[in-house]
């Protein structure tokens, strides 16, 4: 059977789900996404991704297309219609269809926004065999535009860095910026150091994670010393362990960096606890 999924107020097989051509997000790839995962049938930390959600769509002056509880409803829905027990739930939401293609947006409140959410079941997600493994990634130099705060739907270069590790045979790329590792491609980056974690501060450069405030909040209620800051790749080659965190991979240990390895070459004592923590800690949390 196919997916279920909700396209502007209808819940529709996926094969009969259809946009306008001229949709911004089409287009102009002008719109802003969540991924919120299910674990158990149950959402982890939505609140936290509907607050991020509101931040992304104000900073583009761009109207949100339903209320919090209307959007919860929607996500609840379709993981019951989907039969999803471990997964995730992408919510999209563009600009729309002013009319034609064209470089200036209308104002606010004049183009309706348009709304896709869809499943994407995933059994064991938690039980992933590469967190036993530790990932290995390579650096990248980091050529997005500026904004990357705005959880945009702009993911061509990540994308292409992607594929750039998987050439390498490695699993995920840290981007660099200025001689400083900004974040992975799809997630935040940290090292350890004498039991210090260390990640790179809140700024325009890097997604403010759901993950990554979740994770740091439990560190420090776990007496774990964390440091905000920038760090470079060679800092990193040099840490006693690493790991990224990301909504899809919770805390994934990282234990190459460039064909360096960290430590014994495998997952470092605080990612590991650090993993079990968040995610007993949001299981008793989910909704």
Known sequence: ??????????YVPEEEAKISIFDRGFLMADGVY?????????LIDFAGHMARLKRSLDALDMEAPAGEDELLQIHRDLVTRNEVDDGLIYL?????????????????GTARPTLVVFTQSKPGLADN????????????????????????????????????????GADDAWMVEDG???????????????????????SQEILHGITRAAVLRLAREAQMEVEERPFTIEEAQAADEAFVTSASAFVMPVVEIDGVRLGDGTPGPVARRLRDIYLDESLKTAI
Do not use: C
């Open 129 to 168: 065999p590469a967190a036993r493994a530790g990932w290995k990634v390579i650096s990248i130099p980091d050529l997005r535009w500026g904004r990357r705060d705005i959880k945009t739907v702009q993911l061509l270069y990540p994308s292409m860095g992607k594929m750039m590790a998987k050439k390498a």
């Open 180 to 202: 400083f590792v900004t974040e992975g491609t799809s997630n935040n980056a940290y090292i350890v150091r004498d039991g210090r974690i260390i990640t790179r501060h809140l």
């Open 92 to 108: 999209q939401v563009t600009r729309g269809n002013p009319g034609d293609r064209d470089f200036a947006y209308p104002a606010p």
């Open 1 to 10: 059977m196919s997916r279920i999924v909700y396209v502007n107020g209808d």
């Open 34 to 42: 969540e991924v919120t995962t299910v674990l158990g049938g149950r």
